[in-house]
């Protein structure tokens, strides 16, 4: 994938990446509205934003699905709110508080403060969120 800074994404479209990640398949427009809870206009305009940003591919009378550039993309994502959460539960916040308040900032964490935090640490690989993949750092110092 071309280099990306992390913060290409708004607030709104990571969580449609995520959740689109976690489905890993094709996932119905009204389906991605539900569980956002979005109108599905707001939902068809924001998947045709990503979609011609080359993050997701619309499947005729199916849905969307994510693109290779939008699951390596995703990957990040969840790699970038694991290492948050992780850090704030070291700060003393429960597990949910420090979900809660990642979920609330992360899109304005950059890529590259994400490795050199993911780096400090010792590279973890497990969050209060789940696995944190490092596949999306491979271009930085790790591996
Ligand atoms: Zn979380
Ligand atoms: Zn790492």
């Known amino acids: 994938m071309e280099c990306f800074t992390g913060l290409e994404v708004s607030p709104r479209k990571v969580d449609y990446l995520k959740f689109l990640l976690k489905k890993d398949e094709t996932v119905r427009t009204t389906d991605i509205s539900s569980e956002l809870n979005v109108d599905p206009s707001t939902t068809t305009k924001t998947l045709g934003d ?16 994510l693109t290779e550039k939008g699951k390596e993309y995703a990957q990040f994502l969840i790699h970038r709110h694991n290492i948050l ?11 949910e508080e420090s979900c809660h308040e990642v979920s609330r900032f992360e899109a304005y964490v950059s890529k590259d403060a994400i490795e050199k935090i993911c780096a400090s640490m010792g590279h973890p690989t497990v ?6 993949p490092h596949g999306s750092c491979k271009m930085g110092e790790h591996s």
């Open 50 to 65: 990503l979609a011609s940003h080359g993050y997701v591919d619309h499947v005729p009378y199916r849905g969307v699905r």
């Open 85 to 95: 959460s992780l850090l704030l539960t070291h700060y003393g916040l429960s597990a």
């Open 127 to 132: 969050s209060v969120c789940g696995k944190i």
